[in-house]
């Protein structure tokens, strides 16, 4: 009788550590799966961001572009102007010159 309880006692400690087993292979199998999820969740996001990166610098360099064209033309129709009122300032003066040397 001792015999069997032995041997029975033998079976259960053996099928428990079967199934602590078991169980801690399903635990390391649900981490690994945990782990894969979250890292293609985070592939993800950093190729969203990557790709509004490149956007917004894509925008931002057009952007730049549209506003140096803008400054160019300002620059251009300041020394136009500047010119111009140059031109006439050296007229008035000569006027001027004119009217005073027939005084």
């Not at 079976?11 to 292979?25: D, M, Q």
């Not at 490149?54 to 160019?72: N, T």
């Not at 300041?78 to 004119?98: A, G, M, S, T, Y």
Request: no cysteine.
């Amino acid at each position: 009788m001792k015999d069997i309880k032995a041997t029975l006692d033998l079976i259960v400690v053996v099928v428990g550590i079967l199934g602590a087993f078991y169980r801690l292979a399903k635990i390391e199998q649900k981490i690994y799966e945990t782990i894969e999820n979250v890292k293609d969740s985070l592939l993800e996001k950093i190729n969203t961001n990557a790709n509004q990166i490149d956007k917004y610098i894509a925008i931002r360099s057009e952007k730049d572009e549209w506003a140096e064209y803008l400054r160019h033309a300002l620059d251009e129709k300041i020394d136009h102007k500047f010119n111009r009122l140059h031109e006439q300032v050296k007229e008035l003066k000569l006027e001027i010159k004119e009217l005073k040397e027939l005084q």
